[in-house]
Every structure is written in structure tokens, then in C-alpha cells.
């Protein structure tokens, strides 16, 4: 397999873009997805196995968490508005210190969805977009309904719902019917892709809340306990509604190859002994979607509805794991997570800015960038460039930041003063934040900060000895109180002169290209043979499709 690294990459130069079309090769992303019902608990001590971060490789590009039953209870509602909720806080915490970032997170009452990237990723991730659906009480109230998160992803346009649609056996037609409306209602503004289904991958996961028809609780854990598990998903309505439903057309799971994930006795993996006595069930899945394409040429293969269901734009999704975790134990319902490669043909472009930085701040005189900005971009006067420690958890989690202040000029130089700089030694990177987009456009690599110590005691910028060399995983929430949002401050002009970064000792001119190098490329023809990925189930064959 070959990487995608600086090796290939790093010819590039600001003045020289590097061609970057379509050359025949397929670009791969790993994505982590987990689905849970938390059942209104806290987040468990250690989410480590849960995020496979004790057995990863560092492979993984993008962690997608949809939650269902997040503690919405007015009281706690009020101090999550105001501190986030503790899952997003426990997923940040876990996730950070590996270099994922918050892309972005929408709630919906209890339903929660967070999408984490690498943060060298962050430059390609484009037309952030989230929407909420509520259908429960007739679409009045969010206790059910569904929460989605768009982006384009190296040119590729994915789609995340996360959906907790309606409970028990005799309303598997509603589930149907909210999803469909679901569906219907969630619109994205100004995208090519505007409907969910539009996208070129859906990830549809969830308690969907689906049951198992027929067979009585008995039959149900006797097939549990022998591994009969096939008898039971013959059962499962959502695998039953597949001939009927074309809301499902081209949806595709895996095999189940786990126990049904619900319902349990709290802090026990014992299928439910409460007077409710609820049937053993499949509620929480992950699924996956491919768009139609429709060839010009005959349609051997119609679907219902006259389309073919196909790779569109050559897009492969390549399913590894497809599991549920039954050693967590703080709710009803067990998580359920899957693995992903997401294979794209290659077709990214250039970050819309790029920075270039010196290797080392050893000074305050050190502390300059210069970027330029790609010339179709739609610059912001609230743009700004921010300092973040290795191991950041979200765009404003930065230690200090500078106005990325409008002039023309193709190259902008910009300065932090010693009030945005840190008082410990650390590796930091610096990004660009577009106000238009809400995003972060640009990147470097890590460098590394070592000022001399030499602030007087008491003075104003004294205020922080939160960042260490020895703790890198340590990032200051404290940073997000100690530095008010750059709207807030007032807006000071910087620098006023824009020079070549050829005048500088620039090290990454062209700071995002090689952070893709988690990134991996392969020729367009080579089908996916991953080492060590023993259980794989195919969008194209293999899978359990619906
Ligand atoms: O979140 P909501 O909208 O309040 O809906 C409840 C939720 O789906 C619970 O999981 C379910 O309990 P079980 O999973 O135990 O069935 C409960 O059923 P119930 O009212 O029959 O207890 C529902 O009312």
C-alpha cells in the first residue's frame, strides 16, 4: 500500500500547487461509528475499548458517535448549555490526546450526535452542515426523531443520521413512517446534495428500535444462548421490511453476528427481569447507503423504483467490524460499533488557506506565520489564526489567537504578542478559522514553543502555567475560559506587511498536504486487502444488504 505522505506530497510549494486531479488512485478513509442508548446514565469511567483506542493502530480518520437518551432533564439541560454535556466532554477527553478534533456535534434532547476528525483532515472537511428532525408527540417533541451531520470529505459528499425513532414490538410501521419523514424534512441548504439520500455515503445508525416478530422471550434467549442467532434475524422487522420498504432500498448492513443489544438489567449483561419483561432485540444498528446512480445504458438491474443502486463517483464503503460491546453496563441497551474504509476515487484540491510557520518559537520574536489564502475563498474581516497545544479538543479550544486580518496581498503575515503565547514549552499548530464556514480552512504541522521563562511574577500575562512538555495530553478546557471567543475581543489590526514565505525559513509550505498522511492511496483498480482484516463485510458483495 502506498502512503500518502509528505514524500509524495511535499513538492508542493505555495507558488508551484501541485496537480490534483483525478490521477487513478483511490484515496481510503477509516471510520469509527458507535451508536448507543445511554439510557439517561453518565458516561462510564473508561470509554477507551468502546473507541478501540487499546487496540488501534492510529488508523482511524474520523470517530462518528450518535447517542441516544443523552440526560436531558431540565436542571441538567440548563448546565449543558452552558458546559457541554458530559459525553461530549468524555468522548473529547478520550479522543484528544489521539489528535481527533470536534468537527462538529448537534443535540436534539436526548439525541446526540458528535463527529471527530484527525485534526490534519480538518483543511478537507467542507460544507459542514447539521439538521435536526424531532417525531415524537407528532413531530412536536425531540424525544425521538433524528440528528444528522453533512460534509463534503476530500471532495465526497458523506451524510451521518443518527435517529432514535419509536419503542416496541407493534410500532415497527411508525418507525418506518418517522423515518421516511425523517428523511423527508431534513433539507441542507445550498450543497449539491441537499437531501440525505443525496450524499454520495449515508451512515443511517441509531436505536431504530426495531424488535424480533413471532418468537416468544424463551425461544428468543434459547437461540441467544445456543448462537442461533440467524433464526432471529430472520425475525427482525427491520430485515423483514427490506422486500416491502423502498424507504430501505440500498441501505445495507452487516451480519449480525452479535446478541441482541437490548434490553438488559442495568449494571448486568442479564436480558431484562423486570415486570416490563421486554423481548431480547436489535434496536441498535449502523447501516449504510451508497446513491443511485442511474446509467445511461439498459437497466438490467432496476430497482423498484427504476434506479440502479451502484458505487456512485466511485465510491467503495468497506465494512470491518460490526460488533456490540457487552462489558458496558450504565444502561439498558448495549453500544454497538462498526469500522469502516471509505474508498473515494482522488480528488482533492488545496486547502482553501495555508499557513506556513517557522519550526521552532523560541522567542516572542519568533511568533509570525504567514498564510495565503486559495483565491476562490470568501475571506472573513472576523477570520482568525489560532495557537492550539497538540492534542486540542474543538476550534475554540486555542491558547491565543490573531486576526487574520484582510489586505491585498497574496502572502498575510500575522504576529501573536506575548499575551497569546504560552508560558510553557509545548508542541503547538496553528489554524486558520473561516467565520463564513465555522470551520477550520487551514493547518500546520506540530512545532514546537519554548519561550524563555522570564514573565515577572504577577504580571498580566502570568496567568497560566497550564501547558507542559510533560503533559502533552493534558489540553486546558481552561483555555476556552481564559481566552474569550475572538469576537469578543476587541478586533486588533496586526500586521500590516505580507512578504514572500520564501523570505522566512518556512518549513511546511504547504501545511495541509501532508497531514493527509493517515491518508492512504492505492491504485484505482486495487480492490481493499487491508492486513489483519479478518472480518469484512462488502458493500459490493458479502454484506447483509436490506
Ligand atoms: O424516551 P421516551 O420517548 O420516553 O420513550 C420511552 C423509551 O423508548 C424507553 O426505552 C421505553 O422503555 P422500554 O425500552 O423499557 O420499553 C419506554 O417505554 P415504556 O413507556 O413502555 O416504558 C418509552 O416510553
Redo the contacts with the bound molecule.
Keep these: 500500500m502506498l502512503q500518502l505522505g509528505p514524500a509524495i506530497l511535499s513538492p508542493c510549494s505555495l507558488k508551484q500547487p501541485c496537480p490534483m486531479g483525478d490521477s487513478g488512485f483511490l484515496l481510503s478513509d477509516r471510520v469509527h461509528l458507535v451508536t448507543w442508548?445511554v439510557?439517561g446514565a453518565m458516561p462510564p469511567d473508561d470509554i477507551t475499548a468502546l473507541l478501540g483506542l487499546h487496540i488501534g493502530d492510529g488508523n482511524t480518520d474520523m470517530y462518528i458517535i450518535g447517542l441516544q437518551?443523552v440526560n436531558s432533564m431540565i436542571n441538567k439541560r440548563l448546565k449543558d448549555v452552558l458546559f457541554t454535556d458530559q459525553w461530549s466532554d468524555a468522548c473529547m477527553e478520550r479522543l484528544s490526546p489521539f489528535g481527533y478534533i470536534l468537527v462538529t456535534s448537534q443535540r436534539m434532547q436526548?439525541v446526540l450526535l458528535l463527529v471527530f476528525a484527525k485534526y490534519y483532515h480538518l483543511p478537507f472537511l467542507r460544507g459542514v452542515q447539521t439538521e435536526t428532525t424531532r417525531t415524537?408527540l407528532g413531530g412536536y417533541?425531540g424525544?425521538?426523531g433524528g440528528v444528522s451531520a453533512r460534509m463534503s470529505v476530500f471532495g465526497h459528499t458523506i451524510c451521518f443520521l443518527n435517529c432514535?425513532l419509536?419503542?416496541?414490538m407493534e410500532n415497527s410501521e411508525q418507525r418506518m413512517e418517522d423515518f421516511e419523514s425523517i428523511l423527508q424534512q431534513q433539507q441542507f441548504e445550498g450543497q449539491a446534495a441537499t437531501g440525505v439520500l443525496d450524499h454520495d455515503v449515508v451512515f443511517w445508525f441509531g436505536?431504530l428500535?426495531f424488535r424480533i416478530d413471532e418468537l416468544e422471550i424463551p425461544a428468543v434467549k434459547a437461540a441467544i444462548d445456543n448462537n442461533k442467532l440467524t433464526m432471529l434475524w430472520e425475525k427482525d422487522q427491520l430485515n423483514m421490511a427490506k422486500d416491502s420498504e423502498s424507504v430501505l432500498e440500498g441501505f445495507l448492513e452487516g451480519p449480525l453476528k452479535f446478541p441482541p443489544t437490548?434490553?438488559f438489567d442495568v449494571g448486568t449483561d442479564t436480558y431484562?427481569t423486570?415486570g416490563?419483561k421486554?423481548k431480547p432485540a436489535w434496536?441498535d444498528r449502523i447501516l449504510w447507503r451508497l446513491r443511485a446512480t442511474v446509467p445511461s445504458g439498459p437497466t438490467p438491474n432496476a430497482g423498484k423504483r427504476g434506479s440502479i443502486l451502484g458505487p456512485s463517483s466511485g465510491t467503495k464503503v468497506t465494512q470491518h467490524f460490526y460488533h456490540s460491546h457487552m462489558e458496558y453496563m450504565v444502561s439498558?441497551h448495549k453500544p454497538v460499533s462498526s469500522i469502516f474504509t471509505l474508498q473515494f476515487p482522488y480528488k482533492v484540491d488545496m486547502p482553501l488557506v495555508m499557513i506556513m510557520v517557522e519550526d521552532e518559537w523560541n522567542s516572542i520574536a519568533d511568533a509570525t506565520c504567514t498564510f495565503k489564502a486559495a483565491p476562490n475563498f470568501a475571506r472573513s474581516s472576523w477570520d482568525w489564526i489560532g495557537l492550539y497545544k497538540v492534542g486540542f479538543k474543538h476550534h475554540k479550544d486555542y491558547v491565543g489567537y490573531v486576526w487574520a486580518k484582510q489586505e491585498e496581498a497574496d502572502y498575510h503575515r500575522v504576529t501573536f504578542t506575548e499575551e497569546e503565547l504560552p508560558k510553557g514549552s509545548g508542541d503547538f499548530i496553528l489554524c486558520y478559522y473561516s467565520n463564513n464556514t465555522s470551520t477550520l480552512v487551514g493547518v500546520t504541522e506540530p512545532f514546537q514553543i519554548q519561550l524563555p521563562t522570564s514573565s515577572p511574577a504577577g504580571s498580566p500575562s502570568d496567568d497560566s502555567s497550564d501547558f507542559t512538555s510533560e503533559d502533552d495530553s493534558v489540553v486546558g478546557m481552561k483555555t476556552m475560559s481564559r481566552s474569550p471567543s475572538p469576537r469578543k475581543k476587541k478586533h486588533r489590526a496586526r500586521h500590516s506587511h505580507s512578504r514572500s514565505p520564501s523570505h522566512s525559513r518556512s518549513r511546511s509550505g504547504s501545511p495541509a498536504l501532508p497531514k493527509m498522511k493517515g491518508l492512504k492511496l492505492q491504485p484505482g483498480s486495487a480492490h481493499n486487502t487491508t492486513d489483519g482484516e479478518k472480518e469484512k463485510a462488502s458493500s459490493e458483495a458479502g454484506a447483509g444488504g436490506l
Design positions: 442508548n439510557g437518551e436526548g415524537g417533541w424525544n425521538k432514535h419509536p419503542a416496541h436505536d428500535n437490548y434490553k431484562d423486570s416490563k421486554r434496536t439498558d
